[in-house]
């Protein structure tokens, strides 16, 4: 009976501690580093990164640009490039789907996706609080990735 009142007590300490240490805040700041809730630590600086996402078959890749200072996120760039075409995807690039109204509109929608999610990265500074815009999943992801990638590179 001690052996099992032993085994019991020794569980519930192991239990305590591995629990209580899962009680990390989600926002930690410090001078030169941020410990987001993903529990990275950011150096402060320019970053780049660059991702296609899951779209491996096309040839359009997002590049993030992001500037982080004293832990916080000061500066965000995205683009989507055509490397087909060595073309930037932007308002005018529609043309290449003349003809084609639902590709046109896709292309539209998409658009609004590249304008608008580096805004929301710069209100929330955090990618997994950004929804994606009905219309403009094919930007969010590859915006998502090229983020991924760039904090990557700030770590």
Do not use: C
């Not at 629990?19 to 930690?28: E, V, Y």
């Not at 997994?128 to 999943?137: E, F, L, P, V, Y």
């Amino acid at each position: 009976m001690k052996k099992l009142t032993i085994s019991f007590v020794l569980v519930l300490v192991v239990t305590i501690i591995v629990t209580s240490s899962f009680n990390i805040p989600k926002d930690i700041k410090t001078k030169d580093t941020v410990l987001q809730d993903t529990s990275s630590i950011y150096k402060d600086g320019s970053y780049e990164g660059r991702s296609r996402s899951f779209y491996t078959d096309e040839p359009y890749w997002g590049i993030a640009r992001i500037t982080l200072k004293d832990g916080s996120l000061t500066g965000i760039n995205f683009m989507i490039r055509d490397s087909n075409l060595h073309e930037t995807f932007n308002e005018n690039y529609e043309k290449h789907f003349e003809g084609n109204p639902v590709y046109i509109q896709q292309s539209r929608n998409d658009w609004k996706g590249v304008q608008a999610y580096p805004k929301k990265l710069s209100e929330t500074h955090n990618v997994n609080k950004i929804d994606a815009i009905s219309g403009a999943t094919w930007s969010y992801n590859i915006f998502r990735a090229s983020v991924n990638e760039t904090l990557k590179n700030a770590k």
